[in-house]
């Protein structure tokens, strides 16, 4: 399985672990992880009088660098929303979905840390498992709605970096030697 989609079945499998979030995909109205181009699922799993919170992945990319050491550095930046539906007009429950939505994305970046701290931790299901040796960088964070159809919360930009302590060679059973005189 290829990095991208091991770091969404990880977030995925957190947004089934927090109890704030409760993403139960096989059942009926429990999906509560979405990826940004679902936007569309997520307003049909969601009824205006629901009151669930909603993960929803923006955005992940990787960039690999040279540090000053010699040594390679892989920096994963995403973007995820904690979002929920707020009725319009209601203002005492925006405020409170704003509040409780930075509550919840701090508490999935606690986690993950955590995560890379202790092995015990780092086990998740469906045989998925953190293997990168990460540290948080920067993060950044900002009141997001109305987004979609009236869902308010928060925006979590988040560069993870991991820090190799070799720079990569080339596998050699990937090219052909070629006959100068052929």
């Known amino acids: 399985m290829d990095p991208r989609s091991r770091f969404i079945q990880y977030i995925e499998d957190l947004a089934r672990r927090s109890v704030d979030i409760a993403h139960e995909p096989n059942i009926k109205g429990g999906r509560r992880f979405f990826l940004e181009l679902e936007h569309d699922r997520l307003l049909g799993a969601t009824a205006p009088d629901n009151t669930g919170w909603n993960l929803v992945l923006m955005g992940y990319e990787t960039a690999t660098d040279d540090n000053r050491h010699g040594r390679r550095v ?3 930046a995403f ?4 979002l929920r539906h707020v009725r319009q007009g209601d203002a005492p429950a925006l405020h409170q979905a704003y509040t409780q939505a930075r509550s919840i994305g701090e508490e999935f970046l606690i986690r993950m840390e955590e995560q890379q701290k202790d092995p015990c931790l780092a086990q998740v299901s469906d045989g998925i498992e953190v293997t990168y040796s990460l540290r948080m960088g920067t993060k950044r964070t900002v009141e997001v709605g109305p987004r979609f159809d009236h869902f308010f919360g928060y925006r979590f930009a988040v ?8 720079r990569p060679a080339s596998d050699p059973f990937r090219w052909r030697i070629i006959d100068p005189n052929g």
């Not at 973007?79 to 904690?82: G, L, M, Y």
């Open 79 to 82: 973007i995820f929303d904690i």
């Open 74 to 76: 892989e920096k994963i």
């Open 159 to 166: 560069d993870l970096l991991q820090e190799m302590p070799f």
